[in-house]
Nanobody, 124 residues
Framework: VQLQASGGGLVQTGGSLRLSCAAS????????MGWFRQAPGKERAFVAA???????YYAEFAKGRFAISRDNAKRTVILQMNSLKPEDTAVYYC???????????????????WGQGTVVTVSS
């Protein structure tokens, strides 16, 4: 499975960005999709995830500002980010968990496939 993330860029504080991740998976609905981010000098951190059914999960910092969605027909997952802050600056990665069985959705090692990352920079 190949994942192609896009949509990153430079935005001012309070602005919005829409990240997209296109998957090559033949049966996209078999995958739980997630977004992680890694800021300079920090570990990769969970941002949000969505099951095939549309159930969503968010890190505390993302609740109320970010929204994850998926289009199974288009094999795409979207991360809409609003009210961006400088601390949101990071490389954002999409990830896919094949036939997920665990509930530890926030753990990076639960995910089987990773995209190349897209850079988000929020200026103050």
């Amino acid at each position: 499975v190949q994942l192609q993330a896009s949509g990153g860029g430079l935005v001012q504080t309070g602005g919005s960005l829409r990240l997209s991740c296109a998957a090559s998976a033949r049966t996209f609905s078999d995958y739980r999709m997630g977004w992680f981010r890694q800021a300079p000098g920090k570990e990769r951190a969970f941002v949000a995830a969505i099951n095939w059914s549309g159930s969503t999960y968010y890190a505390e910092f993302a609740k109320g500002r970010f929204a994850i969605s998926r289009d199974n027909a288009k094999r795409t997952v979207i991360l809409q980010m609003n009210s961006l802050k400088p601390e949101d600056t990071a490389v954002y990665y999409c990830a896919a968990d094949y036939l997920p069985t665990a509930h530890t959705i926030w753990k990076a090692d639960e995910y089987d496939y990773w995209g190349q990352g897209t850079v988000v920079t929020v200026s103050s």
